[in-house]
């Protein structure tokens, strides 16, 4: 196969292009309406797992009845399951966001933290899930990693690497930082629509020509 240039500023310089014309991930939807902090760290949760359709619909219920930790705590983990219901692991996720409430009102005056490391000490709370919180919520600089910005960055060949933290370190060290708050959900919507897990729209992606391929077997 042909070894393909890879060049990330004119790679994201077209995806940009291209993103105006796709779906965007619920939760840049869901921040793009003014959501705060802590309404982007509740659907964040509850995209875990979760459809994107599913996630902007159980978002917009619980956020009908609590927009803060102080009215979520409120709610009954009974009630957080009926208006959840049916993201994934939605009995485990409504305790969840019932105690990362409490945690907020009890250690941080109720406001979400905005540091990646007192993020990841919230129950449920990943890498993933903390630097999205950054980005949607704060727009601070910070890299998602999902399953389709690690699959995507391995395609291309711009890191090497086998599971999503490790990419996550990888381009912290190799990205330019201007692309830092964008490249998840470009490369989210990318994946979703055209890069494909298994047998990606090669024959209509606008970057075919910048791609390697690394991996890809079969392609469409």
Sequence with gaps: MKKNRFDIHRCMTILKEQYAGWQAPSITLISSTGASPF???VS????????????????RRIFDKARSPEELLKLE?????????PVGFYKTKAARLREISRILLEKYDGTVP??????????????????????????KDAIC??????????????????NPDKTEFAL????????????????????QIICRPISP????????????RVGVGKTR
């Design 39 to 41: 309404q982007v760290l």
């Design 145 to 162: 990693v999902d399953t389709h910005v690690h699959r995507i960055s391995n395609r291309f060949g711009y890191v090497k690497t086998k």
């Design 172 to 191: 912290r060290k190799k990205l330019p930082r201007k692309y830092w708050i964008t490249y998840n959900e470009i490369l989210v919507a990318f994946g």
């Design 201 to 212: 729209f090669c024959s209509r992606c606008p970057v075919t020509d910048l791609c390697p």
């Design 114 to 139: 905005d540091t990646i490391d007192d993020l990841l000490t919230l129950p449920g709370v990943g890498r993933k899930t903390a630097n999205l919180v950054l980005v949607e919520g704060f727009r």
């Design 44 to 59: 964040t949760v509850l995209s875990l797992r979760t459809k994107d359709e599913v996630t902007t619909a159980a978002s």
């Design 77 to 85: 983990e009974e009630t957080i399951r009926r208006l959840i219901y």
